[in-house]
């Protein structure tokens, strides 16, 4: 293998890792599209021209309007047996309009009448809660449910409703959710066309001569492999590990302790024993190696101390005690 097949593999690996970003950033596109986020922030103008219920029907749920004058139902928005808010309608031209203010709006008491209020509020649809009112309002006006209902907007302006705060932590977790899944997708994009200054490749920086390691593992991993087990390939001078989600290479030389260590994992009564590889190196940086089987993780490191007799192997007492100055890694990769 030359050290352009490398790269290709470099790029297959951010090929593949451009999915989930991918698919996460569709995601986020339908949540944005789904969720009035602008409408919320910069609320449509309620005018003579578009009534609540044409507004609602078109999505702009969130409104602005001055109320000209209102006059207090008498009745109010319970929740179990608090009281949450206060109705209010309008008469205007022959129509009905409710309003549903917050108790909290209302510093003073509840007043009999508002003049020329200016609130952003929320159209909401509330079928039950609508006929209910009516009906309780046409009886103190001693007139019928039908009559009331034939003249009143079918949705109500709440301005208890209209929570702009929540509505922005949703944008700005959009936002940067955007933009990290740009960047990463950008990121990917340039390892992809520029391979050689992927992460995988610029670490090697800090083993040796970067592009030497390169066309040296390269030509090994060819001609001179000593163990092959699942993803993991020894040559004469090399740990190469390769899979679709990333590649690293390590040259054995700079090697100071490598041990495995298991953990059960439980699908119901089923129980399955997964081995993950750890290894230092002497420039204090940590790879890990997860869901190995036990026969590959004993067989790798059998090879490993037969390549390089003054490396530590297994956790052992003794190898933990001459290996504390090591132990605090600078940098730690986590590759399965």
């Known amino acids: 293998m030359n050290s352009s097949k490398l790269k290709q593999s470099i790029q297959g690996v951010n090929l593949f890792r451009m999915i989930f970003p991918i698919l996460f950033l569709f995601l986020l596109l339908i949540v944005t599209l789904q969720f009035p986020l602008v409408n919320c922030l910069f609320p449509t103008n309620i005018d003579s021209s578009k009534s609540p219920t044409e507004l609602y029907n078109s999505k702009s749920i969130y409104v602005k309007t001055n109320t000209g004058k209102l006059y207090y139902t008498g009745y109010d928005y ?56 009516l009906t309780l309002m046409a009886k103190d006006m001693n007139w019928t449910y039908d009559g009331l209902a034939s003249c009143t907007d079918t949705v109500i302006i709440s301005q208890m409703n209209y929570a702009v705060i929540p509505s922005v932590l949703i944008g700005i977790f959009i936002f940067f959710a955007f933009s990290f899944s740009l960047a990463h ?132 007492h003794e190898n933990r005690l001459n290996s504390k100055d090591i132990m605090h890694s600078i940098l730690s990769f986590l590759f399965k």
């Not at 409710?98 to 209302?106: D, H």
């Not at 190196?281 to 390089?308: H, W």
């Open 78 to 133: 319970l929740k179990g047996s608090s009281v949450k808010g206060h109705y209010f309608y309008s008469l205007e031209n022959g129509k009905c309009t409710i309003y549903l203010f917050s108790k909290i709006y209302f510093k003073d008491g509840v007043p009999s009448t508002l003049d020329n209020v200016e609130i952003k509020a929320m159209l909401i649809h509330n079928r039950s809660n609508l006929e209910q009112l």
């Open 185 to 316: 997708i950008f990121i990917l994009l340039f390892n992809i066309f520029m391979p050689q200054y992927a992460y995988t490749f610029v670490v090697l920086g800090h083993h040796g001569a970067r592009k030497k390691i390169i066309i040296d593992a390269a030509n090994e991993l060819e001609y001179k492999i000593y163990f092959k087990a699942e993803n993991m390939y020894l040559t004469k001078h090399y740990f190469i590990y390769a899979s679709k989600f990333n590649i690293a290479i390590i040259p054995l030389a700079n090697m100071a302790w490598a041990y495995k260590y298991s953990r059960l994992h439980r699908y119901f009564i089923f129980g399955h024993m997964n081995y993950t590889i750890k290894i230092y190196t002497k420039n204090k940086f940590q790879y890990i190696f997860s869901g190995k089987t036990k026969e590959s993780a004993d067989n790798f490191l059998a090879y490993l101390k037969e390549q390089n007799e003054n490396m530590l192997i297994g956790y052992i």
